[in-house]
């Protein structure tokens, strides 16, 4: 089945550091992935879909700015937290749908555990 | 618009009992349904899904669940649990509008599992 990759799966590191996620589809193309955050507890937030050669699109409410993606190919998107801080600590999620599945589901990431010092 | 309720924010069985795990939903589009379980610090893994084929479906793991128009319901059950299917499960719900069709989740119920 279609796997998607994350990395790293935990990253702890200090106030005002740039950390970089990396979401992999490993058997299949995806022109889209999503950038999901969940807190403890809690269940998941869409916080943009990525488009491979394009912008990302944002949900309300998310800093652009402050959350960085980036999908330069159809197999690898990045999100990149810039100037973390202890408020940003979260666990991240990426998925990826198969292109023209509309109707299919998202194959999920692993998630990183991003913990800011 | 759309959204989803899961009914129970925590489950509770013992071993070898039946799994019933309730989620309604609502859509202005034809919706496509998913479970999707978690197990702690790890992403999701689906389930089982309904995308307008047969109204009961079979997943993984001896789930399976029953998509009732009638009801705006989606859920999800198992005649036997098992210590292995304590984890968090979330209901989402997919508008079917296009490849960048979001998902939008439920609040999640955590299954816990007795001796």
């Known amino acids: 089945g279609a796997v998607v990759s994350q990395h790293p799966s935990w990253v702890i590191c200090k106030s005002g550091t740039s950390v970089k996620i990396e979401c992999r589809s490993l058997?299949?193309?995806?022109?889209?992935m999503f950038w999901y955050r969940q807190f403890p507890k809690q269940s998941l937030m869409l916080m943009a879909t990525?488009?491979?050669?394009?912008?990302?699109?944002?949900e309300q409410g998310v800093e652009k700015d402050k959350f960085l993606i980036n999908h330069a190919s159809l197999t690898l998107s990045t999100l990149t937290v810039t100037s973390a801080h202890p408020e940003d600590s979260s666990f991240y999620i990426c998925?990826?749908?198969?292109?023209?599945?509309?109707?299919?589901?998202?194959?999920f990431g692993d998630g990183t555990r991003l913990s800011i010092l | 618009a759309q959204s989803v309720t899961q009914l129970d924010s925590h489950v509770s069985v013992s071993e070898g009992t039946p799994v019933l795990l309730r989620c309604n939903y609502s859509s202005s589009y034809s919706p496509s349904l998913f479970w999707y379980v978690q197990h702690p610090n790890k992403g999701l893994q689906l389930l089982l899904k309904?995308?307008?084929?047969?109204?009961l479906v079979k997943g993984i793991n001896g789930f399976e669940a029953e998509f009732k128009k009638s009801e705006t319901s989606f859920h999800l059950t198992k005649p036997s649990a098992h210590m292995s299917d304590a984890a968090e499960y979330f209901c989402v719900v997919s508008a079917n509008t296009g490849t960048a069709s979001k998902l939008t989740f439920g609040t999640g119920t955590r299954l816990q599992v007795t001796l």
């Open positions: 990525s488009n491979e050669g394009s912008k990302a699109t944002y």
């Open positions: 998925s990826a749908r198969e292109p023209g599945q509309s109707n299919q589901p998202q194959h």
């Open positions: 309904y995308t307008s084929a047969a109204t």
């Open positions: 058997d299949f193309q995806a022109t889209t």
